[in-house]
Structures are given as C-alpha cells and as structure tokens.
C-alpha cells in the first residue's frame, strides 16, 4: 500500500504556475496540425468533408459508415459559447446536466454517463481511472472543434468508447491568434489568448484561459485556470515528431439540489436557493504531457505513434443529501482525495494501396495502458439531520459540524493495466466502401485498502469487433448521398470494489460491460457545401452495466443490469437564402431495462425493475439554429428542447419530469477586420427546469436560469 498524503481542500487554480518552467523548456514539436479546411457557415455542424476521430484517419463523412457531427469554432463564436453544454448543443441526441457545480455530463442514446464515451484532447485520453471523465477541466475558450462520433467503438479505442468518441482538437489550423474577454450575469469574467505561429519545417501553438464566475445558486463560485503549448518539427523529410502540454485546475464550491415533487420542486425552492454545507467545495489539477511521431516509412506505408503521461489530483467534498419529509437525514458530507496518474503508449502501422477501381488502408496498432489510484478518505459520524422545508436548522446533533465529526481515514490503492492490439481495414471498390476492424484488450485491476489484508483482484479479455459498409448513390453535380450501415460492440471492465457486509470484507466483483450496436441510415451533401443531411435507426442493447440503488439513507449495493435503446437521429443544415443559414435535428429514442435485479445487504433477491425506461432519458431531443446576416452584421437564434424523462428507474413509483425547451439569441458585430463584439442572452424565457438527477433520489439539480452575456474579441 502506497498511503497518500491529505492535499490541501483549498488548492487555488495558481497551481498553474508551476507547470510554466516545462511549458518554456518544451521543445518546438508534435504532430497535431489538422489540414485546413474551407470556411463553414457559422452554423455549420457536420459538413467539414473530413472527420478523424471515427477511424483515426482523416476520412470524407460520406465515406464513414458510421454518423460523426463536428462543431467547428466558428459556431461557438457566433452562439457565444462559454460552455461545453453550450458547444455542444448544436449535437444530435444529447442531453446536458451539471451535478454538485462541477461535474458536467452529456447523455446519448441511454448512456448518461462521461465514462460511457470516451473523451479525447488533440488524441490524448481524459480519464479518471475509476469514475468520469471530468470534462469541466476542458476550457471551451481554447477549443478550436470538437467531432462526436456516435456508437460503440471499443474495436478501436479499447475499453470506455462504449456509447462513442468525443474529441476536443486545440490546435488552431493556421497562423495568428485571438485574445478574447466575455463578462456576463452571475459574476462572469473570462479571457483567453492564443495563437499559432508557423516557421520552416513545424509551428508552435499555444492557449491561456482563465474563468470565474459566481453560479447562478448562492456560494457557489468556480475559478478554472488553463494552460495548452504544443507544437511539431520535420526532422526531416519523412519524420516529424514533437509534444503537447495542457494543464487545467478548477474549484467549484458546491452546491446543493431540490427536492422534487410530481417532477416539480418543492416549498418554492428556486435555483438561487443553497442550502450546501459553507465552504464545501471539489477541486481538480490535471495535467497531460504528449509526445507524438509521425514517419513516411515509403511503399504506402507510415508509422503513428503517440506516448502521454497524465496526472490528476482532486480533493471532493460533499455529497448533498436532502429528500421530501417526513424523512430526516444528514447532508451526507463526503471526502475523498484522489491522486491519479496514468501512461499511455499507441503505436500503429498504416499501408495505403490502390488499383485502378479500388483503393485499401489497413492499420494495425498496439495500445499499452497502466494506471494507479491512491485515495484517502475519512469517516465522518453523528452528522445533525434536517428536515425540510427548514434545510438550514438542523433537528439532531445541533451542536455538532454539519459535516459530523471527522475520524480515521482509509487509504485504497487501485492499479489497472490494459494490453491491446488492434486492426483496421477500409476497402472502397468504385462506389462501394467497407471498414472493418477489431480488437483485443487484456485486463489486470487490483484494490487493496487499509485495515484488510483481503484484496480485491480481477483479470481478464475481450475481443471487439466494429464492422461499416457505404454506399455513394446519386452523385451528380448538385448532389452526392450515400447509405450506411454498421454494427459494433464495446466493452469496459467494471472497477473492482471491496464491500464490507456483516463486518466482513469481501472482494465485489461485476462482470465487464458490453454494448452492441446496429446501425443503418443515410447521408447527403451538395458538393459546394451547401447543405448536408443525416438520418438513421439504431439499437443498442447494453449488458452488464454497473447501477445502484439504495438499501438505506447513505447506503448503495451494486448490481449488473441490461438495457436496450431503440431510436431514429437526424440531423438537417443549409443556406437558405442569401443572408440565411441554418440547422435542424431531431432525435426519438426508448430507452428501457431488459434486467435490473436487486438484491438487500444479506444477499437476498428483492424487486427486479425490468421494463421501466431508462432514468433521465428522453424520448423526444429536439435542437435547431437559424443565423441572418449582413456584411459585418449577423444574428443567431437558437432553441432546444429536451421532452419528458423518469427521475428514477430503481422504484416503480418514479417520478416524470416535465419536458422543457430552451431558447438563446445571440448577435455578432464584426467592427474591422481585427475586432469583433458578440453579446446574447441565454434561457430566454427563464424557463425553470431540473437538468440533471442526484443518486436515484426524489432531488434533482436544476439548469441555469436567464442569463446574458458580452464578448470582446481582437484577431491578428
């Protein structure tokens, strides 16, 4: 066991600083330019002609058998976009919520966790090791496009790319810079500076954003800091090679959720209400250093490498736990501190062919992942309770810390390491395209923890296959379209876990999930780019997913349970008319459970919650986007709307949110070819709406409230 030292629950993001001696000494280098691409509508979502993430080549979207979406900077610029809820919006099928102020997730197709897809930055994995990708450390300020590619894609991602890939490139595609300042309600301030600045044979990239703002709910302010330098250099003709360095640090004070009645909050609760503990807050310090290579290796054939080490510390504290009378329960305050470190080795070969009708890429690679996890957490007794509507006084223990009295701590050490090989192929016979891959990852996972020699061990593997075919129908000179289809599974090893039942401690063992997926669906374009449209069907039955459910006011027991989505996603864009452009999507899915056992802390069976839909999963998601403008004038008016979703699937009584739609409205004036104001509003109507649950309770966090915004940027 390797004991953690307690980090100190009041980090600042000035942490930062200390990474500015590497970021001076870095080396001028790393593969990460992406191809310039031609100038997209402000509005614009998924028409740039060619997408990476999806097989980790740069490949046209009507050549991917599989549906990808990319946001490219300049609709984030044009919408105002100071969030990833907000950059993402323009997505097919997502929905967005926010827990404890800090942690920010997307749910798709039945999939509502970040750890379901897997997230990317400029190719390097963001992961914390057991739990989600915390991608509130991701500064949308320093985004220059993000590509969402839906399904199942562990064939060549490996474990988490279950449900999809979500990639976030930095690097801007060309020489210069922007420095930019946003102000806004609830205390908003940001600024960011970045640039790219080429030389011969590589360039050199690199971002500052700082953010504050006080949240919409009381004492609850959040401070992120973030840092990216990166670059590459040819070393000669065929070899280029260089690095990447982000580093971001946040604090977000936390917040506390509403009870919910009927789906509605309850004794007039509003958004700005806090009844958290003072001074409770999480934060996080990641950072990532990558080192990449790229070499012509002549014949058709190149080399890819990429080795990253990353690094996150975070110290969480809360867990709010507030629920409808008669109950009277505790805050349910929490502390756990978590160091984790990780290392990532990618190699793949690529062999590129073609005859007179036909061309072939084949990719073979090998992935090595391992990392380790110390956590340190306190125990926390005679907490006071509270009942509501009261949720500040306190009806037990009212003398004692809102937090309980702090005892012994318990450190854990968790180590993990992945072993991967993979192929890819990708035929295309005239019109015809065929992309097939498949990969196969061992696992080893060990938990131990204090006070127990008992220690938790797992091992074992898993073969995943992806297979895609298109077709390019109806090519003409105003119009291309092509027909696809897919079918993909995706896995990922459940964390090991140590229980302790009638004071015996015992390994918790759950079997890896899997996801399979089929998909069929269409695409078209017009060749000059003047509008592009997606639709499909799809099913995805999940297996063996972790859930849990309460067998007491602060106790949870894990259980696999098995799900399955049905649905149909589309997505619509185009120039309207001179002066006009715009998008439209929409997206039906049924997410319900196939098995959902149960079972009390003695081990017997209890209720089994098969056929009840999917919590917090809407049928109906609904967005589109209509942008005018004129010379150095242009307005974009937004709306999205989210339809009815259960606030629980682990009791047959749950309660239905109601739906809600969300409307935005934003102008640009473009001053000179330097200078540009962008100011909006948000939640136009101030529609009051609960975006996110809390641990299967009757409690929900809500999204936030009218807001505007106004934006100073200059370009050189």
């Known amino acids: 066991m390797n004991p953690m030292n307690p980090m100190n629950p009041r980090r600042t993001p000035r942490r930062l600083l200390a990474h500015l001696p590497a970021l001076l000494a870095l080396p001028a280098g790393l593969a990460v330019a992406q191809p310039s691409a031609p100038t997209l509508p402000a509005v614009e979502v998924t028409g740039r002609r060619e997408v990476s993430t999806a097989t980790r080549l740069d490949e046209d979207v009507l050549k991917l058998p599989f549906p990808a979406f990319t946001v490219e900077r300049a609709q984030l610029d044009e919408v105002g976009a100071r969030t990833l809820e907000d950059a993402l919006r323009s997505v097919p099928g997502l929905q967005h919520g926010t827990q404890g102020n800090f942690f920010t997730r997307f749910e798709t197709r039945g999939l509502r966790d970040t750890q379901d897809v897997l997230v990317l930055i400029d190719g390097v994995p963001l992961r914390l090791l057991q739990g989600n990708s915390d991608v509130t450390l991701i500064a949308t300020d320093l985004v220059e496009r993000i590509e969402f590619v839906k399904g199942p894609a562990s064939a060549l991602y490996g474990r988490n790319a279950i449900g999809g890939i979500v990639q976030f490139f ?18 908003r301030l940001d600024g960011a500076v970045r640039g790219r600045w080429d030389f011969g044979g590589g360039h050199l990239f690199g971002g500052v954003a700082r953010s504050r703002t006080d949240g919409f709910q009381r004492d609850t302010g959040r401070d992120q800091s973030t840092v990216v330098l990166g670059g590459d250099v040819a070393v000669t003709d065929a070899w280029t090679t260089g690095v990447q360095l982000y580093a971001s640090s946040v604090e977000a004070a936390r917040g506390s959720i509403i009870p919910l009645r009927d789906g509605r909050p309850m004794f007039g609760i509003t958004r700005r209400d806090n009844f958290a503990i003072p001074g409770v807050a999480i934060t996080g310090d990641y950072a990532s250093l990558a080192w990449k290579n790229r070499l012509r290796l002549g014949g058709g054939w190149s080399l890819e490498h990429l080795s990253a080490y990353a690094q996150y510390d975070r110290l969480f504290q809360g867990g709010i736990t507030i629920v409808p009378p008669p109950a009277a329960v505790t805050k349910g305050y929490s502390e756990t501190d978590t ?55 306190p009806v037990s223990n009212v003398t004692v810390d809102p937090r309980g009295r702090r005892g012994a701590s318990t450190a854990s050490r968790f180590d993990q390491r992945v072993d991967s090989v993979y192929l890819q192929d990708r035929f295309e016979w005239g019109t015809l395209g065929l992309t097939a891959g498949v990969r196969h990852d061992r696992f080893e996972q060990t938990l131990q923890r204090d006070g127990t020699p008992v220690v938790a061990r797992q ?33 990922r090893p459940q964390a090991v876990a140590l229980n302790t039942r009638a004071g015996v401690v015992v390994p918790a063992l759950l079997r890896p999930e899997v996801t399979r997926s089929v998909e069929a669906g269409v695409k078209g374009r017009a060749p000059d780019g003047g509008w592009f449209w997606q639709a499909s069907v799809f099913q995805a039955d999940r297996t063996d997913g972790q859930r849990s459910f309460r067998t007491g006011p602060d106790t949870f027991v894990f259980s696999n349970a098995t799900s399955r989505v049905r649905g149909l996603e589309t997505l619509g864009q185009a120039r309207l008319a001179p002066g006009w452009q715009g998008y439209l999507h929409y997206t ?14 003695a081990g017997r069976p209890g ?15 609904a967005g589109a986007g209509l942008t005018w403008s004129d010379g150095p004038l242009a307005v974009t008016g937004t709306a999205n709307y989210v339809g009815t979703r259960f606030l629980r699937d682990n009791t047959f009584t749950s309660q239905k949110l109601p739906a809600y739609l969300l409307l935005g409205l934003a102008a640009s004036w473009r001053i000179d070819r330097h200078w540009t104001l962008v100011a909006g509003v948000d939640n136009l109507t101030d529609a009051y709406y609960i975006a996110d649950d809390f641990s299967a309770q009757d409690a929900g966090n809500a999204g936030a409230p009218r807001s505007v915004f106004a934006r100073l940027s200059y370009r050189w």
């Open 170 to 187: 930095l690097a801007p595609p060309q020489a210069g810079g922007e420095a930019r300042v946003t102000v806004g309600s609830h205390g």
């Open 339 to 393: 160091a984790d470190r990780g290392l990532f080795h990618d190699l793949s070969v690529v062999h590129r062919s073609a005859g007179e009708r036909w061309t072939n890429t084949l990719q073979v690679g090998v992935n090595l992942e391992s990392a380790w996890q110390d956590q340190v957490s306190p125990t926390f007794t005679a907490a006071p309770t509270y009942r509501g509507p009261a949720y500040d006084t």
């Open 459 to 491: 091992e074992g593997s898993r073969t995943s296959p992806r297979l895609g075919v298109d077709w390019r129908v109806l090519a003409g000179p105003h119009a291309e379209h092509a027909l696809f289809a897919n079918a993909a599974e995706g896995y």
């Open 588 to 601: 039906f899915q049924d997410a319900r459970l196939l098995d959902f056992p149960t079972f009390d802390d």
């Open 607 to 621: 209720p089994n919650f098969a056929g009840l839909r999917v919590r917090m999963s809407a049928r109906h998601i």
